[in-house]
């Protein structure tokens, strides 16, 4: 499977996603998942399959005031093409500059808004999922950014709405459309469901049905191959967005190439994920978040929360995964992997859900956010404490 730019020789066949210019032979984006989706954990996935992979969510205020920690995660590695980042903010002047550096100094060939962050540090600042509530700011930050961003697509990724009672997907679907968004992805669900039930796949054929002139991508619930041919068939989205399904199963993106890929491309095998075969994905995983943090202790320690994920199912005893999650060195980690046997894939004990998942809350706002769908005097000075990092959404 390749993925291909406007820059590269025209094929015969046409692409299964386009976003702009870039042209994508499998219709899969990784979503951003803050403290995961690294330069390391992106490689790893691109080595088992295709698609457009996303950065973590990057403060637009912290990029602007160039800090080092945030100038770090925007670098990419040679090997990834399409480059892509996700931006996250509040202020239309802001997030239009962060756009403007990026493109001016070639970090990117695709940027992404983010508008589906629930935590409640950011939401009762009316950012994150709130801020498509306030509907004329929502218009005007997608609006500058695309102007700013110029030949370069810009997208935007968004929850239904806070609650049931306040949706705002299609009103926000529409208006970044007329913006001229090259694509829009809706998480489907709302910012009060957090990521517990169940994603509401129907809210992505409503959307898909509302904006026609650009792509529109599901987010929500994929766990499988299959769950993404079945959104794709359920709703006519033009593609899927990958976000806790492929924690501890960075393969996910080879199987979903197989099922989603060209028609006359090889279909590659399902894969045989035995526990031989998760161990030396985990360990590659390892190894290439040493490269990316120049340092071993480091890189060795960040893997360790995804020991429950790479083993889920799979006979690995407690003893073992503990001490997993406290080696410090790849050495460390050979050693206690060469440990293992083998056993087949555990099948349904390692399939479903993964991540957090949590229970529904009561989305915290600022106080009055919801008597009016416009932008109140003072909003402006308290919004700007939203942009900080967190996770998307």
């Known amino acids: 499977m390749t993925v291909a730019t406007a820059l590269a020789p025209a094929t015969e066949q046409a692409p299964a996603l386009r976003i702009g210019p ?12 803050a ?9 790893l996935c691109r080595e088992y399959g295709a698609g457009l992979y996303v950065s973590e969510m990057i403060t637009s205020r912290a990029l602007v005031e160039r800090n080092a920690i945030t100038m770090r995660l925007i670098q990419h590695h040679e090997s990834e093409t399409p480059r892509s980042i996700q931006l996250y903010g509040v202020d239309p002047a802001t997030i239009a500059e962060a756009v403007r550096i990026i493109v001016a100094e070639d970090r990117a060939d695709h940027i992404d808004l983010n508008f589906g962050c629930p935590v409640p540090k950011v939401t009762r600042k009316g950012g994150g999922a709130a801020l498509p509530w306030k509907i004329g700011l929502f218009a005007d930050i997608v609006d500058r950014a695309v102007k700013a961003a110029g030949d370069v ?12 009672d306040h949706l705002t997907f299609i009103d926000a679907g529409r208006a970044a459309e007329d913006a001229g968004a090259a694509a829009v992805a809706l998480h489907a669900r709302t910012a009060s469901q957090y990521y517990s039930g169940h994603a509401d796949w129907n809210a992505i054929g409503e959307l898909k049905q509302a904006v026609t002139s650009i792509p529109v991508l599901g987010n929500g619930d994929i766990w499988s191959a299959d769950d993404a041919v079945r959104m794709l068939a359920e709703t006519g989205a033009d593609g899927v967005v990958v976000g806790r399904g492929c924690l501890g199963r960075p393969w996910l993106f080879g199987e979903l190439a197989a099922a989603l890929g060209p028609s006359d491309a090889p279909v590659a095998p399902p ?6 075969f998760v161990a030396a994905a985990f360990r590659r995983h390892a190894e290439l978040l040493v490269e990316f943090f120049e340092d071993e202790d480091r890189g060795c320690k960040d893997v360790r929360k995804h020991v429950s994920w790479y083993f889920k199912g799979y006979p690995v005893g407690g ?3 503990s001490a997993l999650t406290k080696a410090s060195t790849l050495q460390e980690i050979d050693d206690l992997l060469g440990t293992l046997g083998d056993s087949p894939y555990p099948g349904v004990g390692a399939e ?5 998942a949590g229970s529904p809350k009561r989305t915290v706002l600022p106080e009055g956010w919801l008597d009016s769908r416009d932008i109140g005097e003072g909003d402006g000075d308290m919004m700007r404490g939203a942009e900080i990092e967190n996770d998307g959404g």
């Open 319 to 321: 003893e073992l995964r």
């Open 352 to 356: 479903g859900q993964r991540g957090r």
């Open 271 to 276: 894969v045989d994920a035995t526990l031989q």
């Open 22 to 33: 870039i042209e994508l032979d499998v219709p899969v984006v990784l979503a951003p998942m």
């Open 153 to 164: 697509p810009l997208t935007v990724k968004m929850r239904k709405g806070i609650n049931d």
């Open 35 to 43: 403290g995961i989706t690294n330069t390391a954990f992106r490689r």
